[in-house]
């Protein structure tokens, strides 16, 4: 993913644009992504250092436009796979080596050569697998294994949509009007949102089938860092997966962090979107739930429920009681912002009818008793892991009996 300092944008007033990425500008890309791709492979099995070092070789040939090719370099840099090495191996054969060694100089006779194979020796491996794991936890020492970034022009096509990507990341706000050929579609894009966690408020749009989302973005909380900045920006090819699309974003741009509004829209995006899939932590307790005797069966396509002039809600989950076919809404809160919490007690409040459980984690510091006074919603804090038994007691609480 880019980072806001390889995008090229152009400012007029309170507006942030892209450079638009026209013919000439889709060639460059490509030709820059190919070169640097073909000295990618040839390079398969050299150390991190050696292929760094070829790679920017490469892109000083390309001296017109440096930002561009720096954006198109970390694009393939991304794709890159490279050995993955255990660092506490690494670490003891040193601390068994350089024992061995000491030991040789105390005696007056030390080789290199010759402790190294009594190391090898003692562990009962070569002395060039003791020469490969040496170092290998050092990054620059890490073999390149596979090269798996995209085709220069898949890349060049989604070059607009990685720029955008990475203004998001200065983003307060994002709101994104979609529009959708069907039901399916909607539903792919709302879980996609939740397996990214960014909970976000869905109305309907002005247009029949179209809706409208809002996103906090990282700069707007207290506590958000990078990480959550790199779950918003996950998210636009989500959003560009749909038919239509258009977002607008209040970002700060700049080492000054001026304030400014950037829009962008498009069709169709080449390429699937995100598979939606469930958070690890709700996905964990799913198979614990699965595997306890409760009474309870999960439905793990749950329909949106819509409460019309005042949001809808995507749950997670929904459970079906076996004994009497009583049903309640599950869903997962955010841990970015308390505030995810109270836009659902919100709708509660509002009159959504169904019964629902929320659970939210205790870091975000809120209370069970918000819905006490509710009959068709509860909120349940977990601590670490949500319990199974913990959320069996709401279910039958709300489903009565």
Do not use: N
Not at 143 to 165: K, N, Y
Not at 294 to 323: K, M, N, Q
């Amino acid at each position: 993913m880019l980072t806001a300092d390889l995008v090229t944008v152009r400012r007029r007033g309170d507006e942030l644009r892209l450079l638009a990425t026209d013919e000439d500008r889709r060639a460059l890309i490509r030709t820059v992504a190919s070169a640097l791709l073909d000295e990618a492979r040839a390079l398969v099995g050299r150390s991190r250092d050696d292929v760094e070092s070829a790679l920017r070789e490469t892109q000083d040939a390309f001296a017109d436009d440096r930002r561009l090719t720096a954006a198109v370099g970390k694009l393939v840099r991304d794709g890159l796979q490279f050995q993955q090495s255990d660092p506490a191996l690494s670490a003891d054969l040193r601390r068994d080596l350089f024992q061995r060694a000491a030991q040789a100089r105390r005696a007056g006779g030390f080789d290199r050569a010759a402790v190294i194979d009594q190391t090898a020796e003692g562990r009962g491996v070569t002395a060039a697998a003791v020469e490969e794991t040496l170092f290998a936890d050092r990054p620059g020492a890490q073999r390149l294994l596979a090269v798996e970034s995209p085709s220069p022009a898949a890349l060049a096509d989604r070059f607009t949509l990685a720029e955008a990507q990475a203004v998001l990341l200065r983003a307060t706000k994002v709101v994104a009007h979609v529009h959708a050929a069907d039901a399916a579609s909607y539903r792919h894009l709302f879980r996609s949102l939740k397996f990214l966690r960014l909970l976000p408020v869905i109305t309907r749009g002005a247009e029949a089938h179209g809706y409208t989302i809002e996103i906090d973005g990282p700069l707007s909380l207290f506590q958000a860092g990078a990480k959550y900045g790199l779950q918003l920006a996950l998210a636009l090819p989500a959003v560009a997966a749909c038919d239509a699309w258009a977002i607008e974003a209040d970002v700060r741009w700049g080492a000054e962090r001026r304030p400014a509004r950037f829009r962008l829209s498009g069709h169709a995006a080449a390429g699937p979107g995100l598979q939606p899939a469930l958070p690890d932590e709700l996905a964990a307790f799913v198979d614990a739930f699965e595997r306890a005797e409760t009474g309870w069966r999960i439905d793990r396509e749950p329909a949106v429920l819509d409460l019309p002039g005042a949001g809808l809600c995507v749950p997670d989950l929904a459970f079906e009681r076996a004994s009497d076919g009583a049903r309640v809404f599950f869903e997962l809160l955010g841990f970015w912002s308390r505030e995810a919490v109270f836009r659902r007690i919100d709708l509660v409040r509002a009159g959504l009818p169904q019964r629902i459980l929320f659970a939210a984690s205790k870091t975000l510091r809120v209370s069970e008793a918000l819905l006490d006074e509710s009959p068709t919603a509860a909120l349940y804090i977990f601590t670490r892991a949500i319990a199974v038994r913990a959320v069996v007691r709401h279910l039958d609480s709300l489903a009565g009996g």
